[in-house]
């Protein structure tokens, strides 16, 4: 910052005549005015009201250093160090820790931010204006493969387990964007996921085991009976099967199992072996038509 003159302390002399001391009083001040005055409030004569008149710090203005400072007992220091060219903001307790708060425009931090008991990380938004968003990115470029560590742990609780809850916006979601949601335990409540483990494992008459669906689609032959190969290995691990066949009479999916008693042309059944799903008994009406398949099998 520009000042009207350099700093002197040898002035006044012990020879200068005591007739002009006040002159040296007004230089004075007015050296200390104009160091002072960008940084506190007060020393500005063009302005007598508050603030500007009245005691208080504007900003404290730190200049760029190449190294951290000598440490001081008992004290502890803000300062600016240059880092790779770049001032950035410093913090050095009277152990000598040092700590780097700014890089790049951001707020840095070297250690752990801790939070005491009910306090946290907050980000407050005016109710549906904008978005609140706490990110933490891996090192090295942006891409799939750049990788980040979040963990987080729930309250410790003498008696009731702790518990970490995510709360989107209403319509909101969770989402893992594609990746894996790993290391979960089975479901207990009726609302609790279930892993891929837990539904494989699902009982079926007392047996755990996998329930697993197959869908067929095709067209029929143009008589009364076409097979279908299923691929199930062991005829007792189909479980359920279901089958229809598109009418040209009515223009309808129609379901099998039984004979219409009005029109014997709409209607089939279906049974399986260990090697086909059959569909006999077809109706004139049904012959030649699409059909859909659903079997449900254990393996």
Do not use: C
């Not at 990746?179 to 699902?202: E, F, G, L, N, R």
């Amino acid at each position: 910052m520009a000042v009207t003159n350099s700093w002197d302390e040898s002035t006044p002399t012990g020879s200068d005549n005591a007739s002009t001391t006040d002159d040296f009083f007004r230089k004075h001040r007015k050296d200390l005015g104009e160091r002072l005055e960008p940084i506190n409030y007060g020393f500005n004569t063009g302005d007598n009201n508050a603030p500007e008149n009245a005691p208080g710090i504007k900003n404290l203005p730190f200049f760029k250093q190449d190294s951290d400072p000598s440490q001081v007992t008992d004290y502890g220091h803000f300062y600016v160090k240059l880092v790779s060219g770049v001032p950035e903001l410093f913090y050095q307790d009277d152990t000598n820790t040092t700590l780097q708060l700014t890089q790049g425009g951001s707020l840095f931090a070297q250690q752990n931010i801790v939070f005491t008991d009910g306090r946290g990380l907050v980000v407050d938004t005016e109710d549906g204006s904008d978005n609140g968003r706490v990110k933490m990115s891996g090192g090295g470029a942006a891409s799939a493969a750049r990788g980040g560590v979040i963990q987080v742990f729930g309250n410790e609780h003498a008696t009731n387990a702790g518990n970490v809850s995510f709360t989107p916006g209403t319509g909101g979601k969770i989402t893992a964007e594609t990746h894996v949601i790993s290391d979960v335990v089975d479901p207990v409540a009726d609302q609790d996921a279930a892993t891929k483990k837990y539904v494989d494992d699902k009982d079926i008459d007392g047996t755990p085991t996998g329930v697993f669906v197959k869908f067929f689609t095709g067209t029929l032959d143009a008589d009364a009976s076409t097979s279908v190969a299923h691929g199930i290995t062991g005829i007792d691990n189909i479980l359920s099967l279901m089958v229809t066949v598109f009418s040209s009479g009515d223009s309808t999916y129609h379901v099998g199992g039984f004979r219409e008693a009005v029109d014997a042309d709409a209607s089939f059944k279906y049974k399986y072996d260990g090697t086909n799903v059959i569909i006999d008994g077809v109706g004139a009406d049904l012959q030649s038509q699409k059909y859909r398949i659903k079997l449900e099998y254990i393996l």
